[in-house]
């Protein structure tokens, strides 16, 4: 009995302990994470290796209760409570492990997460989804507040329509994910984008990226004052390959607007 007590409490710290690590991002363009929803399905090209659903599964192995289902679409009502308790301001991407627009997210749990970010506005959330078609139908339901960054992945031309959708919603910040780029992205329309954010694949069989394609896609920022941050070349030892495009690294962001909470 006791024997069971003990490997119940240190189950216990290990989540605690892996909560903790899942919250610090080490995701360039942010500071932290917060996922109030996990778990997705794959809808593009860019979902063929994804991160999250490789992390999902390492993470029930270890026994995380919030992974007991893999990668099963879930919602988790005690995340919600979480943003309420940091103290200083914060730069966090909501549902890195999943897709907060994902059809199987119910409209009302979706207004919850709004209101919570709409609750803290001394942080920034940044949101980002494939699902743009989805995100245009729920936005005039959603509070769309300063601090809300709303973004798409955008990994090829084939599924550049998603920028459109995003274009036309009632968010006050608005950006793109290129990453993992695959293709090249020519004459992109990026009135209304505020950030480009641009990534090659890493991990076992990353898909290459060309150097011309990211070339073009800063020289197309640069012409339209958009921000634009290179996030890596990606790779098999994305480390070593770095994150430097001609000669320095690119750090662009839209400026920050923080309020005290409410």
């Known amino acids: 009995m006791i ?6 409490k240190e189950l216990l710290i290990q989540q605690k302990l892996n909560s903790i690590k899942m919250a610090q991002s080490s995701i360039e363009w942010t500071e932290m994470t917060w996922n109030p929803t996990t778990g997705c399905t794959k809808i593009s090209q860019g979902c063929k290796f994804c991160y999250a659903e490789i992390m999902s599964k390492r993470l029930q ?30 730069v966090v991407f909501v549902n890195s492990m999943s897709d907060l627009f994902h ?47 709303m973004g798409v992945s955008v990994e090829e031309q084939k599924v550049e329509k998603r920028i459109d959708f995003l274009r036309d919603t009632n968010a006050r ?4 994910s290129l990453e993992p780029l695959i293709g090249p992205l020519k004459n992109l329309n990026l009135d ?21 394609w990211v070339i073009d896609i800063q020289e197309q920022c640069e012409s339209a004052e958009v921000a634009f941050f290179f996030k890596q070349w990606g790779g098999k ?6 994150r430097e495009l001609n000669g320095r690294t690119y750090d662009e962001m839209p400026e920050i607007e923080l309020q005290h909470s409410v």
């Open 103 to 149: 059809e199987e997210i119910p409209l009302e749990f979706i207004k919850k997460v709004f209101k919570v970010m709409n609750d803290n506005p001394q942080h920034v959330f940044q949101v980002l989804t494939k699902r743009a078609e989805r995100l245009y139908e729920l936005h005039e339901e959603l509070k769309w507040s300063h601090n809300i960054w």
């Open 237 to 242: 030892n994305k480390k070593k390959n770095g």
């Open 192 to 212: 209304k984008i505020d950030w480009v954010i641009v990534g090659g694949e890493s991990g076992h069989n990353p898909r290459p990226m060309d150097a011309d």
């Open 173 to 176: 910040v608005k950006f793109l």
């Open 3 to 8: 024997k069971r007590e003990i490997q119940q």
């Open 61 to 90: 192995a270890m026994g995380v209760e919030k992974y007991k289902d893999n990668f099963k679409v879930r919602t988790h009502e005690s995340a919600l409570k979480v943003p309420y308790t940091w103290k200083k301001s914060k």
